[in-house]
């Protein structure tokens, strides 16, 4: 029994070791046996080009065997006056340092450095071939083979387009363009961007997703990226069609995109009256009249106007004709309000509201309403006056001389 349970023991701490190796492997980079030194790579190693462009690529790095390394970089194999550097961050470098961890499985360092290349403008078309090596010492070394497709037909042309670039509105409204450039060369473009718009007319660019406006954009090899273009017409711009070309320039392309704003009109009416005063005097319980003028100040005609007030509580206001099927752009036309102090409204000045509106436009005149005191009660105070006068002559005249 005593030699069993040695067993087990021996067994049992066995299996625990077994489960713990397990457990560290699962969570450590895996290396393939026998590998050792470096990897270098790049996403895409053959391109087309034309003579005379630039391009990149971007190089991964990822240690093969769990190691750190201090990586030297050359190139090599560079056909006759054809330049290239490698390039890190903002910098001309001649060394990466891949980490310990990097795992080529798995763990790329997702670009530490770039391969700038530029073709001269007198290659001839044809396929060419560049060497780039990496070496970590030691005899750790990798190599990469790029391959270079010199050709004067384009790769796709670029464009810079609109997915509605045609709108309308009314004078007034603001135009948004949802644009997109698309940079199908080899190379990162940077465009410089202008808009050739009327006079009075604002136009801006905004990055999608931004909300800084800018005047020039960068746009990588191969992409594409959104730009709303702003438009704002001046206020009295008048009915019609309007084009506004608007234009991406950078070292290699010019593109344009024509934007078309259509404007509906000029939507606008006036209230007050013919002589522009807004004062009237009333009495209680009692309408009086004043007459509105109404003017269609637009280029449009309108529609369906409508009249309305606000006037103090309990107090009436009605229109000789509260709405206007139609007012002729630059036409004007008088209706008679009538406004009606509530009963028993005390002496003094009162604001009443009239406003005329529809969907396009509206306008609001502000009256100011004195409320006087009736004639008739004033007749009849005299009236009493003068009867009590004559009622203490006479008592004078007759009583005085006792």
Known sequence: ??????????????????????????????????????????????????????????????????????????????????????????????????????????????????????????????????????????????????????????????????????QQGASGTAFSFDTTIVNNRGTNQSYSLSAQAPEGWQVTFTPSGESANVASLAVDAGSSQGLTVAVTPPENVEKGDYTIPCTAVSANDTLTAELTVSITGNYGVALSTPDGRLSMDAYENKESAVTLSITNTGNVDLTNLNLSSSAPTDWEVRFEESTIDTLEAGATKEITAYVKPCENAVTGDYVTSVSISNSEASSQADFRVSVKTSTTWGIAAVAVIVVLVAGLGFIFKKYGRR
């Open 1 to 166: 029994m005593k030699r069993m349970d040695g067993w087990n023991r021996r067994m049992g701490a066995g299996m625990a070791a077994a489960l713990m190796a397990a457990a560290l492997i699962g969570t450590a980079p895996v290396y393939a046996a026998g590998e050792t030194g470096i990897d270098m790579s790049t996403d895409y190693p053959g391109i087309t080009v034309k003579a005379g462009e630039t391009v990149s690529f971007p190089l991964d790095f990822a240690s093969l065997d769990g190691e750190g390394y201090d990586v030297a970089l050359t190139a090599e194999d560079m056909p006759e006056n054809w330049t290239g550097y490698f390039k890190g961050g903002n910098n001309q470098v001649t060394k990466v340092h891949v980490n310990a961890d990097e795992a080529a499985s798995d763990a790329k360092s997702g670009g530490l450095a770039d391969f700038s290349l530029t073709v001269p403008a007198e290659a001839e078309e044809g396929v060419y071939k560049i060497g780039l090596k990496a070496d970590g010492g030691a005899g750790n070394t990798d190599t990469l083979e790029l391959e270079v497709t010199v050709s004067e037909e384009d790769t796709g042309e670029s464009n810079f387009t609109s997915e509605y670039p045609e």
